[in-house]
Structure formats: structure tokens, C-alpha cells
């Protein structure tokens, strides 16, 4: 069995002029090392799990917007800024790749409150942002200032992604969600090397009606409730807040949320197109490993990827390997 990690697939493919993936004879993606570009070939719903991939690999341009909570430290609020009770002024929008991004967060988790943390909702997770988005650009320092939290619902969600039934009139479906489930996991041990925690622990009964509910409209809701009250701790007489920020990519959620009072940093994909530039080929490997697990099974030249085999082990995971096998 020959295993290679992403480190080993960003060396061996950085001597190349170029070369394009395939997935069942047909070009998907090609890549172009000389000058830091991917072209998308796809087309149809597999035109869409690639540009899926990209995203979760960090390629995409995604913009970073901010609506502070019912109780940040703000004067006023426009459209695009907000003004701290100090008299600066904080835009509330800015693109993830800017240099700025970094003490832009630390301006916003300030305004919410000493000690702020980020909380992540699921799809900031299942999108890998935290490890492919974040990090390359911030660094892991910057990562663990942040004070990133985990819901448990969350983490149960994946959980339920992976284990639902798998019907046979929707099993290549359901076998998707489960491998990229499992990719999630793999995110999960990044957040927690980087100083990422759960939430606290939930009652008995809150889990077991989650359960109940998970992956119905309402999951999204009781996400939301868990963090709330994580934020807002009610006591007799009054309540004790701890300050946060509320990740999503979702809109609808982002919006709830702030109708509920919480703060949100909302991070949305900017136009979506047929090609992209790349920092390094560490990103085009992180690539590769996508589309190896999303898509099950990829062929780049005369040899044959796969991102899910029986015995793939949590070390495997963590340096985001593929098994090279016979196309």
C-alpha cells in the first residue's frame, strides 16, 4: 500500500510544468505549478463538488462581515463601520486575504468584551476555514488568541452526517456525507491543536432531543440556543455574559443570530469562477486531498488516488494522506 501525506504529494507535484486531475477518464481540474493556477474542466454536478473542494481548500476569496452583539462596546453604527466608546472606527467588512485581517479580529473580540472567544458553527467546521482559510494567513498564534470554541451540537451533527443510514436509492449521497464527515473530524483535531475547546458539557436531555431533531430545519436553532447560553448565563436577579463571536457561512443563521442579540461574523464566498490563484503548492495538495476524499477516487497521470480506504488511521487523517492504488 503506498500512503503519501500532503507534504509528500506538495513535493513530488511542485516538479511538474502541469498536470490535471480526473475523476472516471474525465478532466476535472487542471493544475499549472509554473504560474500558481487552477483551471476548472468540470462541468454539471461535478463542476459543483469541485468548486465545493476549492473552497474547503482555501482557494476561494471569501469576505469576513461583523454585526456586533446587543451588548459590544460601540458608540454608533453605520452601514459599512461601527465606532468604538474610544472614538475609533472598525469597518465591519474586509476580505480574508488582506494583511489587516488578523488585528482586524482582534478589534472586533475586543469590542465584544475581555476574554472574547469565537465560536464556530458547524459549517465553518464541514468548510475546513479555520485550517486552510485562517491559518496560512494568520498564523497559530493568532489562531489561539482568538479563543475558539466548539458547540458539542456541532460536533454531534458530524456525527449524525456519518452515521445516517444509507438508503440505496441515495447511497453515493450518503456515502459522500460520510466521508466528508469524517474530514470534519479531521478538522476538529486541527482546532484542537491550535487551543480550540468545547463548549460546556449539555444536559442528558438536551442531547437526547437534538438527537431526535438532528439534520431537520431546526438543528440550526438549538446550534444557536447552545451558544446563547453559553453567552448569556441567567441567574435569579439578573445574568452573567460571556463575550463571543459567532462564526458561520450560513445567512440565515447569521441573521438569527443577530436578531438574538449575539455578535456574528458572517463569511461569505465572492463569485464563484473557472480559475484560481494559488500561494503555494502545499495548497494545491490540500486540494488533491480533497477531491480524493469528496469524490472517492481521482486519477493524476497513470496513478489513481484515493482519500477513504478500510484501515485508514487517525495519523493518516491528521497528515491529510491518500493511497496511491492502480487507475
Not at 489561539?144 to 438508503?167: D, K, T, W, Y
Not at 431537520?216 to 435569579?236: C, G, H, L, M, N
Not at 486519477?299 to 489513481?304: F, V
Request: aromatic share 8%; charged share 25%.
Amino acid at each position: 500500500m503506498n500512503v503519501l501525506s500532503k507534504t509528500a504529494l506538495s513535493r513530488g507535484f511542485s516538479e511538474l510544468q502541469g498536470f490535471a486531475v480526473a475523476k472516471n477518464g474525465n478532466e476535472i481540474v487542471e493544475c499549472f505549478p509554473a504560474t500558481l493556477s487552477i483551471i476548472v474542466r468540470a462541468s454539471g454536478d461535478l463542476r459543483d463538488d469541485v468548486q465545493h473542494s476549492i473552497d474547503r481548500a482555501g482557494l476561494r476569496e471569501i469576505q469576513a462581515q461583523y454585526t456586533p452583539s446587543s451588548h459590544a462596546k460601540i458608540s454608533s453604527r453605520e452601514f459599512d463601520r461601527v465606532r468604538s466608546q474610544s472614538g475609533s472606527e472598525i469597518m465591519t467588512s474586509m476580505q480574508t486575504n488582506s494583511a489587516d485581517l488578523g488585528h482586524w479580529i482582534q478589534e472586533i473580540m475586543s469590542l465584544e468584551g475581555d476574554g472574547a472567544a469565537i465560536v464556530l458553527d458547524t459549517n465553518i467546521i464541514m468548510r475546513h476555514y479555520a485550517r486552510n482559510l485562517l491559518y496560512p494567513i494568520l498564523g497559530q498564534d493568532a489562531l489561539r488568541a482568538m479563543q475558539l470554541r466548539i458547540p458539542r451540537l456541532s460536533l454531534l451533527e458530524i456525527e449524525r452526517q456519518f452515521n445516517e443510514p444509507r438508503v440505496d436509492s441515495k447511497r453515493e449521497a450518503k456515502e459522500k456525507k460520510r466521508r466528508l464527515a469524517l474530514y470534519a473530524a479531521r478538522e476538529t483535531l486541527f482546532l484542537k491543536s491550535v487551543g480550540a475547546e468545547f463548549l460546556p458539557d449539555l444536559k442528558d436531555t438536551t442531547l437526547e432531543a437534538f438527537s431526535r431533531i438532528a439534520g431537520e430545519k431546526f438543528s440550526d436553532a438549538w446550534i444557536r440556543r447552545e451558544v446563547k447560553e453559553y453567552w448569556q448565563t441567567r441567574f435569579p436577579g439578573g445574568a452573567i455574559y460571556h463575550p463571543l463571536v459567532f462564526a458561520t457561512c450560513d445567512l440565515m443563521n447569521a441573521l438569527a443570530a443577530s436578531a438574538e442579540g449575539l455578535a456574528v461574523l458572517y463569511f461569505s464566498r465572492m463569485d464563484e469562477t473557472d480559475s484560481y490563484a494559488y500561494r503555494d503548492m502545499n495548497q494545491v495538495a490540500e486540494l488533491i486531498v480533497d477531491l480524493a476524499v469528496s469524490l472517492s477516487k481521482i486519477q493524476i497521470r497513470n496513478t489513481a488516488y484515493e482519500g477513504l480506504w478500510e484501515g485508514k488511521t487517525i495519523w493518516q487523517w491528521e497528515a491529510d494522506s491518500v493511497r496511491a492504488v492502480a487507475p
